[in-house]
């Protein structure tokens, strides 16, 4: 049986809850998925610096940059300089996702993505943690203080997550006795990988809930971001009163299930009469007997029913 055709990766797999959730509304209130610069106020790169930049962003070292464009490598870093202040960016780490953002580099698509989701997967939570800190722009030192670990503790990871993407380093053979320089720094090719893997279930998580409810407990403040809790995406038929925001350290799972509960006592107890004082035609169609009711009260008040 050929299997080359079909898919090796599940949509319902954890990595889609985990990086393809809104992180902020915009000005309008609406959710926004913003994780790549804002370039679109940057100075405009000429076509050469355009091409230095994408060719650092993917890996490549000046000297390769340099050997492929047929120029110095003074030249090369007088472009990078030029680059960086245009986009106003201070390291690779940010100008990655500068130069995606203005779509100056192909991401891997088809089954060089799934290839690529499946490395991602394959990382350790901490692992992942190192890597999505890397794609904001800090460095591996910055890295391994916000991650509470020691310098060669986050070295160590970014070797593991430059082993699961088969990224390795080319060396120039020697010249004239003198060593060769690095022909590739796997770091670009890394954050190219998981910018590609977080644009992959930010799609797929959009599909999955067409519908955002955002709680009235949501406060827009002046940069337009709001907590990662506070802004949950969740159809629309989960959750009958989306003025009830998550409590303190409630995960978006046990908010829903919590939700879910009020809207089976709600069924539950609304009698027939009741329902046509209010307006409505008939009893809500999800109504249930007083033994489910007893059982949402049991794991509302007990928290039996939360996910955990």
Not at 165 to 179: A, D, H, M, T, V
Not at 237 to 246: E, G, I, K, V, W
């Amino acid at each position: 049986m050929a299997m080359s055709n079909e898919k090796r990766v599940n949509p319902d797999d954890a990595w889609i809850e985990q990086l393809g959730k809104p992180n902020g509304l915009d000005k309008e209130g609406k959710p926004t998925w913003n994780f790549l610069p804002d370039v679109r106020h940057c100075r405009k790169l000429t076509k050469t610096q355009a091409k230095v930049a994408a060719l650092l962003a993917e890996g490549n070292s000046p000297y390769a940059v340099a050997e492929a464009m047929g120029i110095s490598t003074n030249t090369i870093a007088k472009h990078k300089r030029t680059t960086h202040i245009k986009l106003n960016v201070s390291n690779r780490q940010q100008l990655v996702g500068s130069v995606v953002a203005l779509g100056l580099i192909k991401l891997p698509t088809g089954n060089e993505l799934e290839d690529t989701i499946e490395q991602y997967n394959s990382l350790t939570p901490r692992q992942q943690e190192a890597l999505q800190s890397l794609a904001n722009g800090l460095s591996i030192e910055d890295v391994g203080k916000s991650m509470g670990i020691e310098f060669h503790t986050a070295n160590d990871h970014m070797k593991m997550i430059y082993k699961r993407f088969n990224l390795g380093r080319g060396r120039i053979s020697e010249e004239n006795g003198k060593p060769g320089h690095n022909l590739f720094d796997p770091m670009g090719a890394a954050i190219l990988n998981f910018i590609a893997v977080k644009l992959e279930a930010i799609r797929i998580y959009k599909e999955r809930y067409p519908e955002i409810i955002v709680t009235s407990e949501s406060p827009v403040n002046g940069a337009g971001a709001v907590p990662a809790a506070s802004v949950e995406a969740v159809p629309a038929a989960t959750a009958s009163d989306a003025t009830q925001p998550p409590m303190p350290d409630e995960t978006p799972a046990q908010w829903q299930a919590r939700l879910k509960t009020y809207q089976l006592l709600e069924a539950a107890i609304l009698p027939d009469q009741e329902a046509k004082e209010s307006g409505q035609n008939s009893v809500p169609s999800n109504t249930v007997d007083a033994g489910t009711a007893a059982i949402a009260t049991k794991r509302l008040i007990g928290g039996e029913g939360l996910a955990k």
